[in-house]
């Protein structure tokens, strides 16, 4: 599976911003596929994921404000960003994987397909 995000830019606060991934891969639709950022010095950190089922899991830092959905038949999984605060300025990256467990959705090492990330940097 090849990974391709999209979508990042320059935002002001309160402003909303899509981001895209787009998948290659006919089983697409049958793997996990989170999203992941990294902000200048940080680790990097869970922020979204969404399952086979459509399940949806989010950090608590963006919950209420970021919406993940997919649409199988585009292979393509986006990450909807509302109400975009300063806090949210990282680069992002999608990731997926084929086998990760629900207790491990969180865990970065447990993905083992990754874009090449899309920056994301909100004023204030």
């Known amino acids: 599976v090849q990974l391709q995000a999209s979508g990042g830019g320059l935002a002001q606060a309160g402003d909303s911003l899509t981001l895209s991934c787009a998948a290659s891969?006919?089983?697409?639709?049958?793997?996990?596929v989170a999203w992941f950022r990294q902000a200048p010095e940080k680790e990097r950190e869970f922020v979204a994921a969404?399952?086979?089922?459509?399940?949806?899991f989010y950090a608590d830092s963006v919950k209420g404000r970021f919406t993940i959905s997919r649409d199988n038949a585009k292979n393509t999984v986006f990450l909807r960003m509302d109400s975009l605060k300063p806090e949210d300025t990282a680069v992002y990256y999608c990731?997926?994987?084929?086998?990760?467990?629900?207790?491990?959705?969180?865990?970065?090492?447990?993905?083992?397909?990754w874009g090449q990330g899309t920056q994301v940097t909100v004023s204030s």
């Open positions: 891969g006919r089983t697409f639709s049958s793997y996990v």
């Open positions: 990731a997926a994987s084929s086998s990760v467990i629900v207790s491990s959705y969180r865990v970065s090492d447990m993905y083992n397909y």
């Open positions: 969404i399952n086979r089922g459509r399940s949806t």
